[in-house]
């Protein structure tokens, strides 16, 4: 079984500050773990993806996140929020590099403040 | 934009009715996966077809059901639906079945349903 546990759901930044989401994860097998953000009336767009060949990945946006294993982690970071960063994010880990049957976390709703 | 569409983007039916959504893979993906998305909630799996075959469920009841095309489009259909079905439903599309897996999953915009 995995599941998945996303700390806050809702995360306010100042532009230009840091962004940090957090991320745990529980999985029987060698998780994938995967970030997807999801704009208003919008589906989920890929951002990164964790599939064992570096626990530091670079995604998209400017986005990166470091898998623990130890810590069962795997937090979304970005340096410099900006106003476009606004949306909901969400963690999710399957047992496929592809991504498939996708278990997702509770998601965080990422403020912007000018 | 990906290439996974569906239709319809909208819709609003009553309490025990029975509703039909579509989707419409990326070219050359061979699953769909099919997620609820309730209001201010994370995506939960619903199913995924492959190749026109059931190939895993989550935990949802069977009068949620599916079906997927020989051109690999997908529908979900809901059966006597329930106030609590009103949801943002999404399909992803995605390269799947003894292929090296290193293709992502594809999101559609998704059907927002509501039931009243």
């Known amino acids: 079984a995995q599941s998945v546990t996303q700390l806050g759901s809702h995360v306010s930044v100042s532009e230009g500050a840091l962004v940090l989401l957090r991320c745990n994860y529980s999985?029987?097998?060698?998780?994938?773990l995967f970030w997807y953000v999801q704009y208003p009336n919008q589906g989920l767009q890929l951002l990164l993806k964790?599939?064992?060949?570096?626990?530091l990945v670079k995604g998209i946006n400017g986005f990166e996140a470091e898998f623990k294993k130890s810590e069962t982690s795997f937090h979304l970071t970005k340096p410099s929020a900006h106003m476009s960063d606004a949306a909901e994010y969400f963690c999710?880990?399957?047992?496929?590099?592809?991504?498939?049957?996708?278990?997702f976390g509770g998601g965080t709703r990422v403020l912007v403040k000018p | 934009e990906t290439g996974v569409t569906q239709s319809p983007t909208h819709l609003i039916k009553t309490r025990g009715q029975q509703v039909t959504l579509r989707c419409s893979s990326q070219s050359g993906h061979n699953t769909v996966s099919w997620y609820q998305q309730a209001l201010g909630q994370g995506p939960q799996f619903i199913f995924q077809y492959y190749r026109e075959e059931e190939n895993g469920r989550g935990n949802f009841p069977p009068r949620f059901s599916g079906l997927q095309f020989p051109n690999y489009s997908s529908e979900l259909n809901v059966n006597a639906l329930e106030l609590d079905d009103s949801a943002l439903y999404l399909c992803?599309?995605?390269?799947?079945?003894?292929?090296?897996?290193?293709?992502?999953?594809?999101f559609g915009q998704g059907t927002r349903l509501t039931v009243v």
């Open positions: 964790y599939t064992s060949a570096a626990t």
């Open positions: 999710a880990v399957s047992s496929s590099a592809a991504g498939n049957k996708l278990t």
């Open positions: 992803a599309s995605s390269l799947g079945g003894g292929v090296r897996q290193n293709t992502e999953a594809f």
């Open positions: 999985s029987s097998v060698p998780p994938y």
